[in-house]
């Protein structure tokens, strides 16, 4: 069995890709086989952690074009919580207990993020699942990510996408685009590449947390994410 390069990490995943190719709403195969290899890397004795976006019930850009971005916003917050309770469903049902806590209170479903319990939990071995992004409108689930990533001091951010790795421009549009191996936070910046938002890019430089991107059709990635294989692109 290889060892894990990694002793904790945050997986970031978008709602979309809880979709597949439905686009909307929870694909329960898609979302098992993510989970199948979440616990797959908790049996490597990964500390895991996941910050899951809401896409795929309510995107406020393309649904709440006359609505006010703060009410789109908390919207999206909420969608969040929907898919960490389906992805907590899920890996629960594969014997890996797992606590679900929001930057929204919810008391009813889930705990209120509090630093010191969302450590214990995952030194504990259960996989923490963090919804409502920041709990705050105008910023996205990837500042979130880097936010709960600095937080719980995580090793790496893992950050499946649809695309297999960092590129110079889309590549579905371009297909000159430059594909990166690895690249620095700082010419991400530079480069407006898009990665993530320009707040959680420079909220990983500042944190120094490393990312691994690479697609998430293959969940699999995962798991050779976690164990340091060269996939998809490394940002630091």
């Known amino acids: 069995m290889s060892i894990a390069k990694y002793k904790r990490v945050l997986l970031k995943l978008s709602g979309e890709a809880l979709a597949g190719e439905d686009k909307v709403g929870i694909n329960i195969k898609v979302v098992g086989e993510i989970c199948d290899k979440v616990k797959e890397i908790v049996d490597l004795g990964v500390q895991v952690a996941i910050v899951v976006g809401g896409g795929n019930f309510w ?35 594969r014997g890996v207990y797992t606590r679900v806590q929001t930057a929204i209170e919810m008391r009813e479903v889930a705990e209120p993020f509090i630093k010191r319990k969302a450590i214990k939990h995952l030194e504990r071995g259960r996989v ?9 409108p105008f910023f996205t689930t990837d500042t979130g990510a880097a936010l709960r990533a600095a937080e719980i001091e995580a090793d790496a951010i893992l950050l499946g996408k649809s695309i297999d790795a960092v590129y110079s421009a889309d590549p579905k549009v371009d297909p000159t685009a430059e594909r990166f191996d690895e690249i620095t936070y700082q010419e991400v910046l530079n480069r407006d590449l898009k990665v993530m938002d320009s707040t959680a890019t420079a909220l990983c430089k500042d944190n120094n947390i490393p990312l691994v991107v690479f697609g998430i059709a293959d969940p699999e990635n995962i798991v050779r994410a976690v164990k340091g294989e060269k996939i998809g692109t490394i940002v630091k």
């Not at 919207?75 to 049902?93: F, K, P, S």
């Open 59 to 93: 995107r406020g850009r393309r649904n709440g074009e006359q609505m006010e971005k703060t009410t789109a916003d908390y919207m999206g917050m909420l969608a969040t919580a929907m898919n960490a309770l389906a992805l907590q469903d899920a890996i629960e049902a």
């Open 128 to 136: 923490v699942i963090f919804a409502c992004g920041t709990g705050n």
